[in-house]
Nanobody
């Protein structure tokens, strides 16, 4: 069973930065899409960013221009650098692998909490 592990969340002041990590064993070799989404309390889940096996990266409108996604193939890890954080960015951030070449189901991590507050 896949185990995705997110880390890097925490409490940050408005305008601050955080770098989230998602380690997804095997997602590179299985050519999965890896995505980040977030869900704030009482709100619907919102897509943040994703990267394809061919390193095509896309960003959602909510954080575009303030986030950068990168990948370390050797570590099967994807990083989400978030800058100029706002209170409305407060949410649980989760990563998910999908559309893997082996046809397996999507796998979600447990999430990492980001709180932006002064």
């Amino acid at each position: 069973e896949e185990q995705l592990v997110e880390s890097g969340g925490g409490l940050v002041q408005p305008g601050g930065s955080l770098r989230l990590s998602c380690t997804a064993p095997g997602f590179t070799s299985k050519r999965c899409v890896l995505g980040w989404s977030r869900q704030a309390a009482g709100k619907q889940r919102e897509w943040v960013s994703s990267i394809t096996p061919d390193d095509n990266i896309k960003y959602g409108d909510s954080m575009k221009g303030r986030v950068t996604l990168s990948k370390d193939k050797d570590k099967d890890t994807v990083y989400l650098q978030m800058n100029s954080l706002k209170p409305e960015d407060t949410a649980m951030y989760s990563c998910v692998t999908s559309l893997c070449s082996d046809g397996g189901p999507p796998y979600w991590g447990q999430g990492t909490q980001v709180t932006v507050s002064s």
